[in-house]
């Protein structure tokens, strides 16, 4: 036993000499949660809004009032007609006209939008957010036919409720699968990792010594993420802590087993570090849901997202933080994670008990 620990301090010890790989390890979370958070946002702010009327009766003008004074749009410009509007945005002076009729006031109705649909998804949300806005103004808004929605678990429509989970899922992966798997292809370079199999500690000991290390780190950095997830950039965290770590250590053990796994495949560092980006980071920032929805992919890509560990560690670190469930209604993730893992760790195991032989 104290042999295995002296393993476990001496990889330690080499990794925390190492200021680059602590600096990569602690800094890029830190980076992504505030790029993610505030920097690469799907927030509806600042839209420039060109407002076309004929006459400002006290309805329109309360209904610009509205637009104006929300935090979502900037107007720009009023004018009279449709085509000056749709020609300030065609030359990119405005990303949406709010279009009134004339008979607005009496009837209530006649609201036509005319938005920059280049980005088909931010239109959508610019088209959603100013039908709710116009139809706040009025007292009645169902006569405008707009129903006001209501927002669960998000009100705000926060983008970081929707990307800190999916940048959980995305680090945990990358450091526990990567590291792990360069660690050990490292000594296979050096070639020390002869010398430690065939010292007093089993080779299953060996390999197990150098994946704690980055299993500390892993849990280090999902408190860092979860602190600067509830502390700055306030996203809740809604369902138990305890689940939450639970599951967040079944995954750490999933991808410490695919780290293992890379490992055994790749003979230099290079190698492993090619694998683990093609094997990990565009499927995990692809297929896991962190950027689109894997329900509105082609069929052929849902199959392939079926495979992905991250999607189901996403799903349920969105529905425990955000929505608060029970670990009952988060199950069949559990589950799939735990069969991967039972997998993953099987054949890494296997293919290195036959390596050694």
């Known amino acids: 036993m104290k042999q295995f620990i002296s393993f476990v301090i001496k990889e330690t010890r080499h990794i925390l000499r190492d200021k680059r790989t602590m600096l990569i390890l602690f800094g890029m979370p830190v980076v ?35 637009l104006g004074q929300s935090e979502y749009f900037t107007l720009t410009a009023t004018v009279a007609t449709p085509a000056e509007a749709e020609r300030l945005i065609r030359s990119q002076q405005a990303d949406m006209a709010v279009v009134f009729a004339p008979d607005f006031a009496s009837k209530k109705s006649g609201l036509q939008l005319i938005v920059d649909g280049s980005d088909p998804n931010m239109a959508q949300q610019w088209t959603n957010y100013a039908q709710q806005v116009v139809a706040g103004s009025l007292g009645d808004a169902s006569t405008l036919s707009v129903v006001n929605s209501k927002m669960l678990y998000n009100p705000q429509m926060k983008s970081a409720y929707n990307f800190v989970p999916a940048i959980m899922g995305m680090l945990l992966m990358l450091i526990c699968a990567m590291m792990t798997s360069i660690s050990i292809v490292r000594e296979k370079e050096r070639g020390t990792m002869e010398v430690l199999l065939v010292s007093p500690v089993k080779p299953l000991m060996v390999i197990i010594a150098k994946a704690i290390p980055y299993m500390v780190l892993a849990f280090a950095i999902l408190i860092v993420i979860l602190l600067m997830a509830h502390y700055v950039l306030g996203v809740p965290l809604v369902g138990s802590l305890f689940w939450i770590i639970a599951v967040s250590v079944i995954y750490i053990l999933l991808a410490l087993s695919l780290g293992l796994l890379i490992s055994n495949v790749a003979q230099t560092q290079l190698v492993a570090l090619l694998l683990s980006a093609m094997v990990l980071l565009m499927p995990v920032v ?33 529905k425990l933080m955000i929505m608060g469930v029970g670990i009952g209604e988060v199950l069949k993730e559990v589950l799939v994670l735990v069969g991967m893992t039972v997998v993953l760790l099987t054949i890494a195991l296997a293919k290195f008990k036959t390596r050694l032989e």
């Not at 400002?56 to 209904?63: E, G, N, S, V």
């Not at 849901?289 to 799903?315: K, N």
């Open 32 to 66: 992504m949660m505030l790029l993610f958070g505030f920097a690469i946002t799907t927030d509806v702010k600042n839209v420039r809004t060109v407002v076309v009327t004929s006459q400002m009766d006290h309805l329109t003008r309360r209904a610009v009032e509205q």
């Open 286 to 318: 692809m297929l896991s849901g962190m950027m689109f929805p894997v329900e509105s992919m082609p069929q052929v890509l849902q199959w392939i997202a079926a495979v992905v560990p991250p999607r189901y560690y996403i799903e349920a670190m969105r």
